[in-house]
């Protein structure tokens, strides 16, 4: 009887540590790991002169982001992503092009969407690129 108990103890937990809520208390892809992924995938080598942001948490998929002239909808198919801004001229006056990026907190997948604004947001994001300034 005692490993028939132990047995469906340890399938309950296997069952609970996979499913959608469990998961979601603990992101797999944490801030740190993000800005380690837009940085090895979009700024490896030279990236010019570029301005990153990072906003402070999360943003649910489908969720949408305000800028002067439009709204940026975070990816659908992501259940969250953290949100990057990468001004691509910071010393041009707006309009000029930028990245909205997305990196879902559960794959780490990126998404990118070109804009010509900054978010609305950008006044809370943490600047994180380049570091010196």
């Excluded at 570029?50 to 402070?56: E, H, P, T």
């Excluded at 997305?102 to 570091?131: C, K, N």
Aim: with cysteine.
């Amino acid at each position: 009887m005692p490993i028939r108990y132990s047995l469906l103890c340890l399938a309950i937990l296997a069952m609970l540590a996979t499913s959608p809520s469990c998961t979601a208390a603990f992101p797999q892809i944490d801030r740190e790991a993000a800005w380690e992924k837009v940085h090895q995938e979009l700024l490896s080598g030279d990236p010019g002169v570029v301005v990153v942001y990072l906003a402070g948490e999360p943003f649910a998929g489908g969720s949408e982001i305000g800028s002067w002239m439009e709204s940026i909808t975070v990816p659908s198919e992501f259940e969250s992503a953290w949100f990057f801004f990468i001004d691509d001229a910071p010393d041009a006056n707006w309009e000029h092009p930028c990245r909205y990026v997305f990196v879902e907190v559960e794959t780490g997948a990126i998404g990118i969407i070109s804009g010509s604004t900054p978010p609305d947001t950008l006044i809370d994001m943490e600047r994180l690129y380049p570091e010196d300034e």
